[in-house]
């Protein structure tokens, strides 16, 4: 890929797909989950190893690693630039995103879709539209997709 140049993941100004409708049950439970049992049980062990360590040290972090989630599955957007027809590659985002656990679910020539299926999303939640123009795939996605795709597609 040395013809090919990535941008920067920029964050696009759009709530999560799962802050922006008031029936998300399903995509907050596990998080929810995570945060009201597995964390106060991860801090009580942390401070049960070593009693004398401030809370703060322990909760602190814990909290902040709670709420990284939140910040990956935020929207973003990157473009790859090439200096030939960027169909050619199309090929090589479809392997990185199928070993990522993707489907391509829409194609045409100017638009892709693809989408990972997971329980806990609803319908076509977390997907990755890719949008084909002469030099350039705009690609948009969650971040930490996003970030997964252009290692991939770097190596």
Same mark, same amino acid.
Request: charged letters at 20%.
């Given at each position: 890929?040395k013809s ?8 696009i100004?759009?709530?999560?797909f ?23 049980? !991860? ?6 190893? #070593? /009693?004398?360590?401030?809370l703060?040290f322990?909760?602190? &972090?814990? %909290?902040? @690693?709670g ?11 990157f ?9 050619y590659?199309?090929s ?7 070993s !990522? ?6 194609? #045409? /020539?100017d638009?892709?879709?693809?989408f990972?299926?997971? &329980?806990? %999303?609803? @319908? ?19 971040v930490g ?11």
């Amino acid at each position: 890929m040395k013809s090919v140049t990535f941008s920067e993941i920029v964050r696009i100004r759009e709530r999560p797909f799962f802050l922006r409708r008031p029936a998300t049950w399903r995509q907050l439970l596990p998080w929810a989950l995570t945060l009201a049992v597995g964390l106060p049980l !991860l801090m009580l062990a942390l401070h049960a190893i #070593d /009693p004398e360590t401030p809370l703060s040290f322990i909760v602190l &972090p814990a %909290l902040a @690693g709670g709420l990284m989630p939140v910040a990956m599955m935020g929207p973003g957007r990157f473009e790859m630039r090439t200096r030939f027809d960027a169909h050619y590659m199309i090929s090589a985002l479809d392997e990185a995103l199928v070993s !990522l656990g993707y489907r391509r679910t829409e194609s #045409d /020539p100017d638009r892709i879709s693809y989408f990972r299926p997971q &329980p806990w %999303l609803r @319908g076509r939640e977390g997907s990755i539209r890719v949008a084909v123009q002469p030099h350039t795939l705009e690609v948009v996605g969650p971040v930490g997709s996003l970030r997964l795709l252009q290692q991939r597609i770097a190596c």
